[in-house]
Structure formats: C-alpha cells, structure tokens
C-alpha cells in the first residue's frame, strides 16, 4: 500500500512535469499508464480483478493457489501503481488483500502445500480443502491488506470477520486478524512518517 502510494505520488509530480498543465498531454499520459497496466496484466489473468472473489472462494475450501505467486505479486503491484497513478478510480484495499495473501505464500510457500494434503477429505470450516492454519493466515492477509489500506487495523478485522463469520467464529483467528491489522497499519504509517521527513507519526488525512 506505501509503494503504491509513493508511485501514484512520483507519478503525479511526472504529469504535471511533462504535460505543463496541458491537458491533452495529461490525458495522453494517463492512457499511456492505463495501457501499460494493462499490458502487464494480460498475461497473467490471476493479477485481473480485486482479488477479494478468490480470496473468499479459498477461504470456504477452494484451493487456488494458483492466485498466489510471485509473478502474480509482481503483475498486480505494478498494474495496479499504474492505475492509480494514471487516475483511475480504483479501489487499493482488494487487491491489497490479494497482494497479502500473495506475499504470505511467497514467503513460505510449503506451509500452504502441506495444510492442502493434511486437510485432505476434511469437512466443515475447521478443515477446509485449504486447511484450518491457511485459512486463518488468509483472513490475516485480509486484515491486514484492508488496515493498510485506510490505516485503520480494526477496520481490517471487522472485514475479517465478516468473511468469518458465514462459516464459524475462531477466537484464535480473530486475534490473529487483530495483531496483523495492527502491526500492518503501523507499518503503513512509521514508512510513510519516515520518508516525508517528519518527526511523528503523521495522519492518513490532515484536516487544516
């Protein structure tokens, strides 16, 4: 969600240098940004979309990991700075959640091929076709892409737990969603502190 930020923002200060207030140039500019998200999408069809339709499709059981590479990671991110820093109105915390999720089994990619075949011909929501353990770690991913998002972790777990709640209520599960949210908007906010240069954590939206 930072990286993002600050692309949309260099690509702000790159607009307004090269169109010179001009608004056929700006127009030009966007669509070129436009295009090349999605030049960069098209051949991985995992990166299209929010992500939020897979990521509750695996939370009742389907297994897609598919959805979660590192060349999905990859394509999405820069698809998706593309087109905010295009101007396209579109909405960050969905595929921040894909992105989370992403980079989860990025980082271990074997816990979530072993919790597939040791929750293999479970049933019920403790023992998805995912697995107890991945689906907890996806709702965190959930948690955590939505509080990065807004800067606002409990935001995240109200999200969480709406996923949740069709299938079951885990207090386990919900505290994790807790600390992830938390930890990932203080992340979000001590990365945006630091590179503006200031000596305090500063809001997500100034009000003078």
Same mark, same amino acid.
Request: aromatic share 10%.
């Given at each position: ?8 923002? #260099?690509?702000? =200060?790159?607009?307004?240098? #090269? ?5 056929? /140039?700006?127009?030009? !500019?966007? $669509? $070129?940004? +436009?295009? &090349? ?11 299209? =979309?929010?992500?939020? %339709? ?31 820093? +295009?101007?396209? %109105?579109?909405? /960050?915390?969905?595929?921040? $959640? ?13 816990? !979530?091929? /072993? ?6 011909? +479970?049933?019920?929501?403790?023992? @998805? =076709? $995912?697995?107890?353990?991945?689906? /907890? #770690? ?16 409990? =935001?995240?777990?109200? !999200?969480?737990?709406? #996923? ?6 885990? +207090? ?21 502190? &630091? ?8 809001? &997500?939206? @100034?009000?003078?």
């Amino acid at each position: 969600s930072f990286l993002i930020d600050a692309f949309t923002y #260099l690509a702000g =200060g790159l607009r307004h240098n #090269l169109t010179m207030n001009s608004p056929l /140039k700006a127009i030009c !500019f966007n $669509v $070129v940004l +436009a295009c &090349l998200a999605r030049l960069i999408v098209r051949p991985t069809v995992e990166a299209e =979309g929010s992500g939020f %339709p897979e990521m509750k499709a695996m939370l009742f059981g389907k297994v897609l990991f598919n959805f979660l590479t590192f060349r999905v990671l990859v394509s999405k991110a820069l698809a998706l700075s593309l087109g905010v820093g +295009a101007g396209l %109105p579109l909405g /960050k915390e969905g595929p921040n $959640v894909h992105l989370a999720a992403c980079v989860a089994r990025v980082i271990h990619p074997s816990f !979530f091929e /072993k919790r597939v075949h040791s929750s293999h011909g +479970a049933h019920g929501a403790g023992g @998805s =076709g $995912v697995g107890s353990a991945v689906s /907890k #770690l996806l709702l965190a991913a959930c948690a955590v892409g939505v509080g990065a998002s807004f800067s606002a972790p409990i =935001g995240g777990v109200i !999200f969480a737990l709406e #996923l949740m709640l069709p299938q079951t209520y885990d +207090a386990f599960a919900y505290w994790g969603c807790f600390t992830a949210g938390i930890i990932g908007a203080i992340t979000y906010a001590v990365e945006r502190t &630091l590179t503006s240069g200031g000596a305090e954590i500063l809001p &997500l939206i @100034s009000s003078n």
